[in-house]
T-cell receptor, first 112, second 114 residues
Framework: EAQVTQNPRYLITVTGKKLTVTCSQN?????MSWYRQDPGLGLRQIYY???????DKGDVPEGYKVSRKEKRNFPLILESPSPNQTSLYFC???????????FGAGTRLSVL | GEDVEQSLFLSVREGDSSVINCTYT??????LYWYKQEPGAGLQLLTY?????DMKQDQRLTVLLNKKDKHLSLRIADTQTGDSAIYFC??????????????FGGGTRVLVKP
């Protein structure tokens, strides 16, 4: 089954404690991206990757890092989380030339 | 930057039609999408329309696109309680990340009353 898998689904952490949210897709998609969803603001893009070792900033990249060492994986790294990063995070992937993006189920993060 | 705007809230009675509106600013938009998010769930793609189309119908869903006014709407016929959700409008453009980036509106929360 074609899917984008995020882990963990829920995470509560404290300010400054490094964390990684993993994202994996099994569709051999070139494009992957991370969004955060906040009430009234919709989804905003954090980072994206056009292919392996090719990443770029989205609209709200501050406080986040990503890497794309393998085609299937695109982890989101928060080196020093802060309370303003409390949000719902979505990973997405898309094949070259395709019209549709596939979204993961979301990761709800609370930073205390 | 490019904007996508939606009204925040819509209340509708069960059995009536719902119309959710969206405006966007990017004149290079290629595809426009409607996503549904039920409480506590992820994003479900409902439908999408290519920018050179005026209308697309899929069962109870009708999408209307007025490219001149940059206005997109989603009509849900015979609205059911299961249609209660947040609906997001989104657009992509071939000149933004080679057509891969989605720009989302803030979402419209639809409440269906019995």
């Amino acid at each position: 089954e074609a899917q984008v898998t995020q882990n963990p689904r829920y995470l509560i952490t404290v300010t400054g404690k490094k964390l990684t949210v993993t994202c994996s897709q099994n569709m051999n998609h070139e494009y992957m991206s991370w969004y955060r969803q906040d009430p009234g603001l919709g989804l905003r893009q954090i980072y994206y990757s056009m292919n392996v070792e090719v990443t770029d900033k989205g609209d709200v990249p501050e406080g986040y890092k990503v890497s794309r060492k393998e085609k299937r994986n695109f982890p989101l790294i928060l080196e020093s989380p802060s309370p303003n990063q409390t949000s719902l995070y979505f990973c997405a992937s898309k094949g070259q030339g395709a019209n549709i993006q596939y979204f993961g189920a979301g990761t709800r993060l609370s930073v205390l | 930057g490019e904007d996508v705007e939606q009204s925040l809230f819509l209340s509708v009675r069960e059995g009536d039609s719902s119309v959710i509106n969206c405006t966007y600013t990017d004149s290079s938009s290629t595809y426009l999408y409607w996503y549904k998010q039920e409480p506590g769930a992820g994003l479900q793609l409902l439908t999408y329309i290519f920018s050179n189309m005026d209308m697309k119908q899929d069962q109870r869903l009708t999408v209307l696109l007025n490219k001149k006014d940059k206005h997109l709407s989603l009509r849900i016929a015979d609205t059911q309680t299961g249609d209660s959700a947040i609906y997001f409008c989104a657009e992509s453009s071939s000149i933004k990340a080679a057509g891969n980036k989605l720009t989302f509106g803030g979402g419209t929360r639809v409440l269906v009353k019995p």
